[in-house]
């Protein structure tokens, strides 16, 4: 599947509810990136992670968290913070430290119900 | 930062005929310009890209052309067909460095048979 595996492809929320979305790639790559896509916005960086134990913030990063502590995993914890965190998210890595040559996960669906 | 903006937000062609979605960048350093194809429901999907270093770019259908003066890139698609129908998203960033790719907000394109 492209070597990058998001879970789960639907996620449903209650309102004040933390949810964690996983994101897991066997390609070796160095950087992972979260993005969130909602119509008409494009795809807007949340966190992303270059190496492991360290992240950046994004363009929208308030009411997300992430975590690195393993090079092949990057999960994204949606807070009960996130006012409308209804979205697609994408989950993203590349090689060493460039920005050739994207590989996407198929993404998650997450729906606050 | 980097800002790119894509125009136009939605593509309507009859098949066979062309397509061209124009972006334009406002960071002079960036060097690195792909773009993406994302399917309903899928991931998005690297298609083709180019660098800075050269004007014009072709894989079969498929062009992308750049003018670093004017700061702009554009995605030729020659004798669309319905299989085109999706949404692009052009891209840009700074090489050398560890820049992250900037996204336009992207363009739906529907060719109608």
């Known amino acids: 599947d492209g070597g990058i595996t998001q879970s789960p492809k639907y996620l449903f929320r209650k309102e004040g509810q933390n949810v964690t979305l996983s994101c897991e790639q066997n390609?070796?790559?160095?950087?992972m990136y979260w993005y969130r896509q909602d119509p008409g916005q494009g795809l807007r960086l949340i966190y992303y992670s270059q190496i492991v134990n360290d992240f950046q913030k994004g363009d929208i990063a308030e009411g997300y968290s992430v975590s690195r502590e393993k090079k092949e995993s990057f999960p994204l914890t949606v807070t009960s913070a996130q006012k409308n965190p209804t979205a697609f998210y994408l989950c993203a890595s590349t090689q060493g430290l460039s920005s050739y040559g994207y590989t996407f996960g198929s993404g998650t669906r997450l729906t606050v119900v | 930062g980097e800002n790119v903006e894509q125009h136009p937000s939605t593509l309507s062609v009859q098949e066979g005929d062309s397509a061209v979605i124009k972006c334009t960048y406002s960071d002079s350093a960036s060097n690195y310009f792909p773009w993406y194809k994302q399917e309903l429901g899928k991931r998005p999907q690297l298609i083709i890209d180019i660098r800075s270093n050269v004007g014009e770019k072709k894989d079969q259908r498929i062009a992308v052309t750049l003018n670093k003066t004017a700061k702009h890139f554009s995605l030729h698609i020659t004798e669309t067909q319905p299989e085109d129908s999706a949404v692009y998203f052009c891209a840009a960033s700074r090489e050398g460095g560890s820049e992250k790719l900037v996204f336009g907000k992207g363009t739906k394109l529907t060719v109608n048979p």
């Open positions: 390609l070796n790559h160095d950087a």
